[in-house]
Structure formats: C-alpha cells, structure tokens
C-alpha cells in the first residue's frame, strides 16, 4: 500500500515541480528582470535635454543601470526612433506641440519636466521691441524636425533666410550670429544652460522681448507665457534692464510602452529628483507633472507621482525589487495551486484506502469460494498464500482505520480455521 502511496506521492510532487518551473517560465517572460541598458535619444548636442539626461544618467547608474545618450535633430527624431522597435531607443525628449498623438504610436510619457524656453538673440545697437522687427531679417530657426522650426513657421520667421543658414542650430547658430552671417537666432534651452547664459550675459547680444506673448498663447494652447525678471542674471548688473517677456513650450519625457515597469518607476524617481526643485519660472513641486497634454500618461509615473515610493521601492535596493515580486508571484501560483490541493488530499487518501480494502475484501471472496470447493492439497497450500499475503497486506493499514483492520483480521481468522480444519482432515 505503501509504496504505491509513495509512487503517487512522487508523481504529484514532480507535477508540482513542473508547474513550479512553468510558472517561473511563464513570470519570465511576462515580468521579465529590468534591462541593465537604456537607449535614450535627446536632441541636439550641449542642449539642454542632454545636460538633463546626463543627469538622469548619474542618478540611473546607482542602481546599476546604463543610460546610453544619443543626439538627434530634435523631437521628430526623437519619436521616430521610439516608435521604430528595430532601432531599440526606449526613452527620448519631445516638446508639446511639435508632435500629435498619431505620431507617437506605443508610446507613453513620463510627465512634463520642465518649461523650455524659446529665445530669440539678435545683434543689434537699438532694441527690437516686438516680433516684426524680424521681418526680412535673416534668422537661423534649427532642423526641421525641431520645435524651433514648427514655430518659426507658424509665426512667419526666416522667410527670406537662406536654407542652409534658415537649418543652422546650437554652437554653429551662435558663431553665425556672432559673426554677423544671421541677423537672429531662434534657439530653446534651460534658463541654466550654459550657452544661453553666456548669450544672455553678452553685452553685443540682445534677447527678443514677447509683450504679446499672453496672445500667443491663446492662439497656439501648447505655449507658456514666462517672465524673465529684471536682474536675474545679475542683480548688481541688472542683466537684464527689465522684465523680458518670453514663450515657452512644455518638455516631456517619452519612453516606449513595453519599457520595463521598474525602469519606469526608476525613470519617474530619476525625474522628480532632477526637475522637483523651484526653478526661474516654477515653484517647486510643479514638476514632474501627473498628466502630458500631448501624449497618453504612464499610470506607473503617475502613481510614483501621486503616492510616491513603494514599500519595495522605499527599503530594498532596485536590483533585488524584481526578484521579490517574482518570488511574490511564484508564492501566490503555489497557494492557489496548493489550497485546493490541501482540501482534496483528505478526500483523496480516503478514497485511496477505502478502495484498498476493498480489494482485500474482494480477495477474501473470491478465496472463500475457492476454499469451499478446494479438496487437493495443492490447491489448499496455494490458497494459504494467498490468504498469509491479504494477512500481511490487512496490517499495513494505517491506526486510524483500526474498525476496518479488525473487520478484516476476523473474517481473516474465520477463513484461517476453515482452511486449517481442511488440511487436517
């Protein structure tokens, strides 16, 4: 009985193994580890999306994860790389307004970090007080897959530009301008970015006052009005002489929607510590943002956002978090899968036994009926065996079935004396 027992046993357990293995497999692929490596793609070069990608980049590597920065011509490339699964790019920068939901298939944002400015600089004796004095000037605007360029289009700028000085961005647009091939540069980035400071505290070099710039903004919804106090560059210098009213648009970050969801959790803590602070234009607290009047929002952001970190994020390392909600999900499989095995086992041992004595029952029968008929001393040695092996089997029944042992025992002993009465005779 009970080696047949054991062999039941073995085949559930090697069954519970197999499931085991096939849930791990199955975790495996549908809450797979995080990547080790991020492809990020993030605009022109000493931009302003790259100095805050460096940062997310520091931030990132304390938990043993790459952020690999890759330049691009501007939001355009930026989604198309994203959108494109061949290429692998996983997060990038986009400006709000630069690109329609269409565009940004598969995708989601992280939440809008922080206002981007847009400049206009120009070399000039007197003030240009408003957009037209740019008119027949030449201006260098950016690629055209920049949000630079939609605006300048939308706003009727660089008409009369030469192309190849109309496309001219970053370090190339400010020499240009500094040595008089452009009349004006249209140029975005960070209040704190080097180059703008450095434009900005420029005594050859003015920066375009807005004072429609509330205007603007009705008209185009995805533009910011901002204001750049007076002397906020130097307050003993008072650079600038008066408040320059600018527009700006708001920056997102994007990532692809089968991006890891500890990697999203990473990103959304790497944001908040980079852009959570007060800033020029902003209170603290103001960004990250909980939506993206653009692109669809990650409820992982979101929730990170709203409530915060986990309890797994907020004590254990990045690293091990993963494993933990393997090793959660694994023990969840085997409890759904053991609590209904627990409440059969009781019904299933039982089964078991009753159906083992049951066939020493039915031995017992079919030998009774052959000792009545049985006369050849043969024939009686071969049913004592018989009847010694039911004896032996009828003792391997567990205690607490002693009402059947004894049952058996009796009709044992009662077929005993029969058989020993025919041997004497």
Known sequence: ??????????????????????????????????????????????????????????????????LEIHNSAGTGENIERLSNPKLKYQLGFATDGIADGSQAKNLLSLGEVTYLPYWIFYRSTKEWVDLDALKGKRIAVGAETTGRY??????HLGVNTPPEDLVLSGESAIQALRKGKVDAILTSGAFTLPSVQDLLRDPSIRVLNFPRAEALTKIFPQLRHLVLPAGIIDFEKNIPPHDVHIIAASSSILVRQDLHPQIIYLLAQALEEVHGGFGPFNTAGTFPTQFDSGYPMSSIARDYYKNGPSFLNKYLPFWMTSYILRLLATLATIMAIALPLFKFLPKLYGWYVKRYTDQLFQGLRILHIDLRSATEPKQLKAI??????????????????????????????????????????
């Not at 939609?150 to 706003?155: E, F, M, V, W």
């Not at 077929?415 to 005779?425: D, G, P, T």
Request: charged fraction near 20%; glycine fraction near 6%; charge should be positive.
């Open 1 to 66: 009985m009970f080696k047949k027992l054991r062999s039941y046993l073995m085949i559930g357990l090697v069954g519970l193994a197999t499931i085991l293995l096939l849930t791990w497999t199955v975790l495996d692929y549908y809450l797979p580890t995080p990547p080790k490596e991020i492809l990020a793609s993030v605009g022109i070069k000493n931009g302003s999306n790259e100095s805050f990608a460096k940062q997310y980049q520091t931030i990132l590597a304390r938990s043993g994860v790459t």
């Open 150 to 155: 939609k605006l300048a289009q939308a706003l």
């Open 384 to 425: 004592e065996g018989n009847l010694n092996e039911i004896e032996r089997s009828a003792h391997l029944l567990p205690m607490r079935h002693t009402d059947l042992y004894f049952s058996l025992i009796g009709k044992i002993d009662s077929e005993r004396k029969l058989l020993e009465k025919k041997l004497s005779a």
